[in-house]
């Protein structure tokens, strides 16, 4: 086993290798799978060979879903490709190739330009053959063009296998979802459906071990899916918790996804909890908190969000543990979560609200992602409801409405766009970037939509939001991976989550370069 960007293969096949073997542990990350295959490529078009690329699939009960991927290749060229996303366990891809292809490629394109010594690999001589006399007939396999998964289908393939390895493995009989009407719940409710898809397609396809799962998980042995929506109402429970500061239009959404999908829908009003809470602080301390419209303080406004938030998740998991046992079915749900990576990143999310779950599919999605992802979800699956959730602005719906509307969104309380929050999340991610060289890159990357003074803003924006919020990727709810600068995995992060919310240092040389920019543009009089 050996990483395809250390692997020996130059050396072992300037020493005569023919055929590399590499059983690998490769996850998938959205937009990785070119990678993958031009590095076999890549391995042999440079000294010739046959690659034989073995990769796991499924799970191991984290945060990752290895994508298969096998290939089999032949001096740069691909000759055949197993399936990147899928429920069977175990798929076999195999290749009828002529080793002298190898060796007259070699001569023709190596040979000539081998200067240096090589190493020598060490050599165990066997007796066994390849082939028989037979394999003279058989026709060698011809190059292939790989088919690549748009980010769209990946987004609807590798999470929904992630979702199946856990459900079976967990011992849980389906899903519950509060399902809010908006992009981020509606994105998973979809993963959930196309999980629901593949595994019917499985059956189909007579995948015996998928079938014996689907009939344990509904607790009948004679049961057989006919269609996907009859199996999403199986084992996936959807819920819309609505407050006074709910409109009428969520809900309208919400409900018309679920029913487009068949999940079990249910219609929950949390005004009694909340009024009751709120009973309990006002009975101790003789004060009712009010929202910011009434006259309160940014404190109290803020109380009044978070305890609807997490009345929320109270009562999602109260529903999910005995939902099932009110119907007079065994079992419990696991309950999901729908907090993306932007919100992630910059903590604009509740602590215990229903973004606190048992897994979530789209953790390591960004907004952007997740809206092209249900475009392509409306025509795949023909679910029309999707078109006017992606045309409602994000909001929480936190706050009371105005005239019957949303007077809250999400853009407006962050001070930013999603768009520009994911390219905010990928600089300080993947490129590493602190306050200063991020606005260094920004006042380049957004010169034609804003000025340095408005890039700075934003940037000091998103560092106060991040360290203020830093504490709750404590807590934050297991993911999947999908992206290369998705929130880390809180067990293993080492860093502090106690930050210094003013960044003196850091925004000080911000407010100076803004300065001696606006100085060397100033016209001379």
Same mark, same amino acid.
């Given at each position: 086993m050996f990483s395809l960007?250390?692997?020996?293969?130059?050396?072992?096949?300037?020493?005569?290798?023919?055929i590399f073997t590499n059983s690998s542990a490769s996850h998938h990350e959205l937009r990785k799978a070119d990678q993958r295959v031009n590095l076999v490529k890549s391995a042999t078009t440079k000294?010739?060979?046959?690659?034989?690329?073995?990769?796991?699939?499924?799970?191991d009960g984290d945060r990752l879903y290895y994508d298969g991927c096998a290939m089999v290749?032949?001096?740069g060229d691909i000759v055949a490709q197993g399936a990147q996303f899928s429920l069977n366990d175990v798929e076999v891809i195999t290749a009828t190739l002529d080793l002298e292809d190898v060796r007259s490629y070699r001569g023709e394109m190596c040979q000539p330009h081998v200067e240096s010594e090589h190493k020598p690999c060490h050599r165990v001589k066997v007796d066994f053959s390849l082939s028989s006399g037979d394999d003279i007939y058989l026709p060698t396999h011809q190059p292939i063009t790989w088919h690549f998964h748009t980010p769209e289908e990946e987004i609807s393939l590798g999470p929904a296998c992630w979702l199946w390895d856990y459900l079976r493995r967990s011992g849980q009989a389906g /899903?519950?979802?509060?399902?809010?009407?908006?992009?981020? !719940? #509606?994105s998973t409710a979809c993963i959930v459906y196309s999980m629901c898809v593949l595994v019917c397609q499985a059956?189909?396809?007579?995948?015996?071990?998928?079938?014996?799962?689907?009939?344990?998980?509904?607790?009948?042995e004679s049961y057989r899916p006919q269609h996907p929506k009859e199996l999403c109402g199986?084992? /996936?429970?959807?819920?819309?918790?609505?407050?006074?500061? !709910? #409109?009428?239009?969520?809900?309208?959404?919400?409900?018309?996804?679920?029913?487009?999908i068949s999940s079990t829908h249910m219609n929950i009003n949390i005004d009694m909890a909340v009024k009751g809470i709120l009973g309990i602080f006002s009975l101790v301390t003789g004060k009712m908190p009010q929202f910011r419209t009434n006259g309160g303080s940014h404190r109290e406004n803020l109380a009044l969000q978070n305890v609807q938030a997490r009345v929320r998740m109270v009562l999602a998991y109260l529903f999910a543990q005995l939902s099932l046992w009110a119907r007079g079915k065994p079992g419990g749900l696991l309950v999901l979560g729908s907090a993306n990576v932007d919100e992630s990143l910059t903590g604009y999310f509740t602590k215990y609200d229903c973004s606190s779950a048992d897994i979530n599919p789209i953790g390591g999605i960004s907004k952007t992602d997740l809206k092209s992802f249900l475009l392509y979800c409306v025509e795949q699956f023909q679910l029309?409801?999707?078109?006017?959730?992606?045309?409602?602005?994000?909001?929480?719906?936190l706050e009371p409405l105005t005239d019957g509307q949303v007077s809250q969104t999400d853009e407006a309380d962050m001070g930013m766009t999603y768009s520009e929050l994911s390219v905010i999340g990928r600089l300080r991610k993947i490129s590493k970037c602190g306050p200063f060289s991020m606005f260094c890159k920004l006042i380049h990357m957004w010169k034609d939509a804003l000025s340095p003074t408005e890039v700075a803003e934003k940037v000091k924006r998103f560092f106060r939001m991040y360290s203020v919020n830093r504490h709750k990727m404590t807590t934050v709810t297991p993911s999947y991976h999908a992206e290369s600068y998705s929130p880390d995995d809180n067990r293993f992060d080492l860093r502090p989550f106690l930050y210094n919310t003013r960044w003196t240092w850091q925004f000080r040389c911000i407010d100076n370069q803004?300065?001696?920019?606006?100085?060397?543009?100033?016209?001379?009089?």
């Open positions: 960007f250390f692997s020996p293969h130059i050396q072992m096949g300037l020493d005569g290798v023919e000294t010739g060979g046959i690659y034989l690329y073995a990769n796991q699939r499924g799970c290749a032949i001096n /899903f519950l979802l509060p399902l809010s009407g908006g992009v981020d !719940s #509606s059956i189909e396809d007579s995948n015996s071990q998928v079938l014996k799962d689907v009939r344990w998980l509904v607790g009948d199986r084992i /996936f429970t959807t819920c819309y918790m609505a407050s006074e500061n !709910s #409109s009428v239009d969520t809900c309208n959404r919400a409900k018309d996804l679920a029913n487009q029309t409801a999707l078109r006017g959730i992606l045309a409602a602005p994000p909001t929480a719906e803004v300065s001696q920019m606006a100085t060397n543009t100033t016209p001379k009089q």
